[in-house]
């Protein structure tokens, strides 16, 4: 693609409107004499005093009690991400903003211990990366993971981790403490083998290679491994579902889960951007893929099949999944935890 305008290292590449700002500033042509500054286009970690860090979480079709997310914004870019829509409510766009205008929960730890502090709280797991990578490049700096996870450690407080960076494996330590009292399962998002999808896709993630060592070395330390197929998308990577399934089994995962790509609030339009831009020789058969998976549209709303979708080409994906899913032994329990363990400090002397 040869496009003097694509900015190279980001998914998005417009700012689309925020639903809920009245007013905003746009430059409507690029040869305006506006008093106009443009954009600087590395990323700003905005750093904020979040007033509650554990969500919990009343879609019934997603699998988890509780979610907690250190970051708001991703920095990976994932163009098909659906948490790009959340970043609206801290009045950026799900666009460009989304990527490079990362708000970081400085006291994500404290709020955490003060949540499992709470004597009515019963503990079940809690899911880290409900929304954007708990592991994107922001930790390198802030090492706020890190320190959740130490506080879950501490309770022996159940976790499950989803992710895509390989950053990830300097908590191992850590991780395989947890894991030796079965307190962590992690799951590895892969959604192709092809770089060149993989760039423009998901710009400022690690490789597939770099996923399975992941999963391997974490897997040989003792901790529950899995890989996330995230999402499919017909006629652009949903034919790499084997692959990816017997890969990943043969590095040591033991589940996985799926989903079907759906395009809602302005990911429909970023999306749509990106994939004529990106791949304008088959957007119109991959967009009209896309809309047959969910009754003509690029998004359903619905609980239970907003993920899966519905129609010929989402039940052969479903199919695909089923039928690997028992060949590679990828069908383990994801959330085989122990919540027994969990201890508030001074409890344990209380007991005896």
């Not at 399962?185 to 892969?190: A, E, G, H, Q, Y």
């Not at 790509?261 to 831009?277: P, Q, S, T």
């Not at 009754?295 to 052969?316: K, Y």
């Amino acid at each position: 693609m040869e496009d003097s305008e694509y900015i190279k290292g980001r998914g998005a590449q417009f700012n689309p409107r925020n639903r809920f700002l009245k007013n905003e500033r746009i430059r409507e042509q690029i040869e305006s004499i506006d008093d106009w500054t443009i954009a600087n286009e590395a990323t700003v970690y905005l750093e904020d005093q979040a007033k509650s860090i554990v969500n919990k979480v009343e879609s019934p079709d997603v699998g988890m009690w509780y979610s907690m997310n250190p970051y708001q914004g991703c920095e990976h870019g994932c163009i098909y991400c659906y948490a790009r829509n959340a970043h609206e409510y801290w009045g950026y766009s799900a666009g460009i903003d989304f990527e490079k205008k990362i708000i970081v929960k400085k006291n994500a730890p404290q709020l955490l211990r003060k949540f499992l502090l709470n004597p009515r709280y019963e503990c079940v797991p809690i899911s880290l990366s409900g929304n954007t990578d708990c592991y994107q490049p922001a930790e390198k700096k802030f090492r706020l993971t890190r320190q959740l996870l130490e506080v879950c450690n501490e309770f022996n407080q159940p976790v499950g981790i989803i992710t895509k960076n390989a950053g990830i494996l300097r908590d191992t330590d850590l991780l395989k403490e947890m894991a030796a009292k079965k307190l962590v399962s992690v799951l590895v998002s892969i959604t192709s083998f092809d770089e060149d999808l993989r760039r423009a896709m998901e710009p400022r993630t690690t490789t597939a290679q770099q996923r399975l060592r992941v999963i391997r070395e974490l897997s040989t330390a003792g901790v529950r491994m899995g890989v996330m197929l995230g999402p499919m998308i017909p006629g652009l990577n949903e034919h790499e579902m084997q692959r990816i399934m017997q890969a990943a089994a043969s590095e040591g995962a033991i589940f996985s889960a799926y989903t079907f790509i759906r395009l809602n609030g302005a990911i429909k339009l970023i999306f749509h951007d990106w994939l004529y831009k990106n791949f304008p020789d088959r957007a119109d058969k991959v967009w009209h893929l896309i809309e047959k998976g969910h009754g003509g549209q690029v998004n359903d709303s619905r609980w239970g099949v907003r993920m899966r979708g519905e129609g010929p080409i989402a039940d052969l994906v479903r199919q695909q999944f089923v039928k690997y899913n028992k060949l590679y032994g990828l069908n383990a329990e994801r959330w085989e935890l122990d919540g027994t363990r969990f201890r508030r400090p001074g409890e344990q002397g209380k007991l005896f």
